[in-house]
């Protein structure tokens, strides 16, 4: 099946007992049992373990990342948690310098007192990355194009490295989804997203997944998600699997939308720098085009003054692009890091890589384009 067909039908099938076309939402804590410890269904004996529901999620996640095992979690920190606790006290992982600010925060906070080692480096600079590695390196995890930077980092030169290395190699799919590029196919061997975004689409819930390529990796994790908790429920399942259906549709026109917000930026006299991977003026446009389908709907910039106070009075003055945490959803959405996505990371390492108080990011939805644009063009005046 091609990717847009995927998304439709990737591991689905009609229910069993009806052959309902889609599948219902299951809402049950537990499945009745024959006899003691044989379930009328050997899949099913208690939710946290298995869902019906959220089993045609997971399938269809597998699907569209070209992975074989996919897991749905209560949320996307949950997803990154779970991964995590495969590591034990000694191993170190190396990551990058420009990460989600959340990610960022469990790293440096929660698994600070876990003996667990990070290492935040600049992924383009390959040499001092592979410098780090040493017998105790487990992981590597990048997330690319990053937020709200939009970096890119070369997935498959990392893979290389990791696969010489034998590590485990993880990827933050959340921005680009399986529709701009597929880090499984590239070499990596776990991806992550957060698909209270553009999996979901929708901005209505909270949702997160892991996909595995190797089976047995798959098992493991899922021995830690069903033995720790943070599940997807029957109902978020639906609705992830629902918005799934059209990411394809969705994915098009947010790459559109944000390519002519990008240029049109990009041409404003107020505007200093515009972060976007479809600019030419990007540093990794050409890793862009190689990496990914398309560029995605997530545009970032600045103001020549650099003031505060611009920014402020700019994201003040929206009307249609709503002043909001999150992105990916079908409407645009607004965002100051400083002050609301990014505020977990320390000053001076925001400033370290250029998240600066005037910095915006914007998540272009699907909306008519001419509206987007005059309603940029009267908060910028
Ligand atoms: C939102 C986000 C997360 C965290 O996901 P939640 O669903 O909010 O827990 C992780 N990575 C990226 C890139 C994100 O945008």
Known sequence: MKFNTKVIHGGQHPEATTGAVMTPIYQTSTYAQTSPGKPFHEDYEYARTTNPTRTALENALASIENGERGLAFSSGLAATDCLIRMFKSGDEIITMDDLYGGTYRMFTNIFKDS?????????????TFESLINENTKLVWIETPTNPLMKLVDIAKIAKITKKHNLLFAVDNTFATPYLQKPLDLGADVVM??????????????AGALVTKDPELGKKLH????????????????LVLRGIKTLHLRMQRHCENGQKVAEFLEKHAKIKTVYYPGLPSHPSHELAKKQMKDFGGMVTFNFKSGELKDAISFLEKLQLFTLAESLGGVESLANHPINMSHASVPVAKRLEVDITDDLIRLSVGIEDIDDLLEDLAQALK
């Open 223 to 238: 021995f830690k998600q069903f033995a720790t908790g943070a599940i997807l429920g029957p109902m978020d399942s639906f």
């Open 115 to 127: 003996g667990i080692k990070f290492h935040f480096v600049e992924m383009n600079d390959l040499d």
């Open 193 to 206: 997203h957060s698909a209270t975004k553009y999996l979901g689409g929708h901005s209505d819930l909270i």
